[in-house]
């Protein structure tokens, strides 16, 4: 077992009435269970003397000049010594002296131990309303669906987790979406995650949270949709796609097949347009993920790995070309029967019925060939940086 097994670790800004009394109590648990340990205080520039009461009380301080809770968080994670850490914040609203679930659960191989409040207990007080009712289920829930994880309190504060597998994760995030950085990136790489019950109390602040529900709340959001392209872009993309690609293959079969329903051409145009939008989500999850992987803020993902030899500029543009010719020798077919007309006045409704699906074929093709020239772009910078 290591010199020091665990190092409680605590975000500071501001919290000169309660920060003492959190040293204490983490300090308190380490000495009545034997756990070799430290308590460090990230201090995120406090101007309230809350590193001198820290210190005071016992608690190692390192100074983070960059503001945020995850930059705290980030740079205490660094300058921790334990194997284990135990993150809470030091306002007094989690109970330091309460671990043992956490430690026992981590010693028995757990590599992220998560509190769930909802679980344990939320005293009168100590929660927001909009935050009990609306913001952290509907944000858990949108976590659990999106990263496949049973967590059912994605955003509590008081969780423990093993230094190495976190230090491995590449967290990034300075601001409180650091919290569901944490959960999706230990969900997505594949991370034994435990949950214990949890108990919140009122914290012991003079003055209003940092947290900001509506700001924070968008930005937690917005971290999951652009980590989870599939539901941000692949999902609605596929869905366009399909219903705007099948709409126009049975509003060319005309009336007579799409009785009672008629399929204009009024309708056709906006098949068309969700055709093409559906191709152009769909390309923004393939870039997205790929992005994500290349940055090594996620693992690649088996299906891509099976298929990374057909993920080419030049497979790219052959189905993108293939599109686009479909589509421009439609169109010719169209000029010629105006030819034939004499140059004439046409059927609008007839001609409009294969011109839509004509020139969704061309501009797909193009979004495509365009795509995959970006993408190209994009592979040779990545690895120029590389070299």
Known sequence: MPETELTVLMP???EARTVAQCVQAARDFLQRHGVA????????GSEDGSQAIAQAAGARVVPVPRRGYGAALLAGVQAAQGRYVIIGDADASYDFSALADYLARLRAGAQLVMGNRFKGGIAPGAMPFLHRYLGNPVLS???????????????????GFS???????????????????????????????????????????????????????????????????????????????LAGALGLVLGLAGPAVTQPLH????????????????VQFIIFALLTKWLAVL???VPQPGWMQRWASQFTLENGLLLGLASFIVGLAW?????????????????????????????????????????????????????????
């Open 12 to 14: 500071c800004l501001n």
């Open 141 to 159: 829930f949108i976590g659990r669906l999106f990263f496949r994880t049973p967590i059912r309190d994605f955003h509590c504060g008081l969780r």
């Open 295 to 297: 940055a090594g803020l």
């Open 331 to 387: 169109s010719l077919w169209l000029t010629v029967d105006w030819v034939r007309a004499g140059f004439g006045p046409l059927d609008p409704v007839e001609t409009m019925r294969s011109a839509i699906p004509a020139v969704t074929l061309m501009a797909a093709g193009m979004q495509v060939g365009i795509a995959s020239f970006f993408a190209g772009a994009l592979h040779f910078c990545w690895r120029s940086a590389r070299s």
């Open 37 to 44: 340990g430290e308590v460090l205080v990230a201090d995120n």
């Open 263 to 278: 399929l204009g051409i009024h309708t056709l145009l906006f098949l068309g347009g969700a055709t093409l939008l559906g």
């Open 163 to 241: 230094r190495e597998a976190m230090l491995r994760l590449g967290l990034i995030t300075p601001g409180m979406e650091f919290a569901s950085e944490m959960v999706a990136k230990a969900a997505l790489g594949g991370l034994r995650i435990e949950e214990v019950p949890t108990t919140l109390r009122p914290d012991g602040r003079d003055r209003p949270p940092h947290l900001r529900t509506w700001r924070d709340g968008w930005r937690h959001l917005r971290f999951l949709l652009l980590f989870c392209p599939r539901w941000l872009f692949l999902y609605p993309g596929v869905g366009l796609f």
